[in-house]
């Protein structure tokens, strides 16, 4: 069944309440991470030593946790923080993939008859967001939780080029050699999805302090490519 209304949201308050962690590494290092959940959340916690869950996970991964200290909330870490990062997923490719993996794909609540194509999906993602719990909590603002400033941050990273980016930054600001990640497979197929200039305009406007966001943060120079 569905998830409607006010129930939806207040769900997806409870489940988007922390998404910010901090970390002491051994050599007295603190960095703060803020990453909201299913925009790599699970990849950060994992790649910092983090006890995590999902289909990311490292080699080693105990050692990690065992050797750093961590905290959600800023304010009770009794360290000064070295460094603010934040990690934000591209919006036009975090709603096709929302698409395909948890409609197409998982279809819970029979999403799908509601939106049984891409465009039908675009055109309606409020209303669907709004009554589909699972698309909601895979789709949700980031910047409602990240802020809407990038300079709050010293860098901001890229989601999909995270293992790149973030954990070379990690290694260098820890002096930890961090493992290789593992990841289990998903399921690929052709589904024959078009994105028109409709459909990226359309995600823009939706997502517009999500998308100023990423502009904001490349204009001053905190994006990692």
């Known amino acids: 069944m569905a998830q409607h209304g006010n129930l939806c949201d207040s769900m997806l308050d409870k489940d988007l309440s922390k998404t910010r962690f901090i970390v002491s590494f051994p050599n007295k290092k603190v960095v703060s991470v803020a ?9 950060a916690y ?6 995590s869950t999902g289909v990311h996970d490292r080699d080693n991964k105990e050692v990690l946790f065992n050797n750093n200290e961590f905290w959600i909330y800023e304010d009770e870490c009794p360290h000064d923080i070295d460094y603010r990062y934040a990690i934000i997923r591209d919006p036009i ?10 409609i197409l794909i998982r279809n819970k609540d029979n999403v799908k008859d509601e939106c049984p194509t891409w465009d039908s999906f675009v055109n309606n993602i409020e209303h669907i967001q709004k009554n589909y719990y699972d698309v909601a909590l895979h789709s949700h603002f980031q910047t409602d939780k990240l802020g809407l400033d990038p300079t709050a941050y010293d860098k901001i990273f890229l989601t ?3 293992d790149d980016t973030f954990v070379p930054c990690i290694e260098e600001i820890s002096g930890t050699n961090i493992p290789p990640i593992k ?23 939706y997502y517009c302090n999500d998308c100023n966001f990423l502009e904001q943060a490349q204009a001053n120079q905190l994006l990692v490519q």
């Open 160 to 162: 999909d080029n995270i």
């Open 46 to 51: 994992s790649i910092i030593g983090y006890t």
């Open 35 to 43: 990453v909201t959940r299913k925009c790599g959340s699970s990849t």
């Open 93 to 102: 490719e975090r709603l096709l993939s929302v698409y395909r993996h948890r």
């Open 183 to 205: 990841l289990k497979p998903t399921k690929q197929f052709d589904d024959g999805i078009v994105v028109t200039q409709q459909h990226i305009d359309l995600i823009k406007e």
